[in-house]
C-alpha cells in the first residue's frame, strides 16, 4: 500500500507519539488530526478525505475505536481524553461507507474485557447501526 492511499483521520496523539520517539507520519499520508477535523466539521472532513480516496478503484475503512472521546469510549487499552464524539463518528463513518468506492470495513481496538456489562458495545454498535443504515424508499 502506498502512502498516498491513505487517510489518518482524526488521530490526537501526534506529540506523544514524537516524544515517545515514534517516526512521523509520512509526508504523503493524507493526515487530518483531531483539531483539523474539528475545524472543517467531521462530515465535511470526511468528505474530504473520501474525495482522495474514491480517486482510487476502492477503499477499505478502517476503524480504530480509540478514536471516539475516552469519555464515552473506555473500553480501550490506549485511553486518550478528547476524540470524536458517538455523533461525529456516525457522520464520518456515513460519509465513509456510503460512497460506491468503499470496498470494506473493520473495527478494531475494542476491548470487551473492559466492558463488563456490555454498555459500551451496545453504544458502539448502535452508532455502527445507524451509520450503515441504508436509507430507501419507504416500504
Do not use: K
Not at 51 to 59: T, V
Amino acid at each position: 500500500m502506498r502512502d498516498e492511499d491513505v487517510v489518518a483521520f482524526g488521530f490526537r496523539d501526534a506529540d506523544e507519539s514524537a516524544a515517545a520517539g515514534s517516526r512521523p507520519l509520512p509526508p504523503g499520508l493524507y493526515a487530518l488530526a483531531l483539531d483539523d477535523v474539528r475545524a472543517a466539521g467531521a462530515g465535511e472532513a470526511a468528505r474530504g478525505a473520501v474525495a482522495r480516496l474514491a480517486e482510487r478503484d476502492g477503499f477499505w475503512v478502517h476503524l480504530d475505536v480509540d478514536v471516539l472521546d475516552d469519555a464515552i469510549m473506555p473500553a480501550v487499552d490506549y485511553r486518550q481524553p478528547g476524540g470524536l464524539s458517538w455523533a461525529e463518528l456516525e457522520d464520518v463513518l456515513r460519509t465513509a461507507l456510503g460512497h460506491e468506492r468503499a470496498v470494506g470495513f473493520d473495527v478494531t481496538i475494542f476491548n470487551p474485557r473492559l466492558d463488563p456489562d456490555g454498555t459500551i458495545a451496545g453504544r458502539l454498535t448502535d452508532c455502527l447501526r445507524r451509520a450503515l443504515a441504508v436509507e430507501g424508499p419507504p416500504v
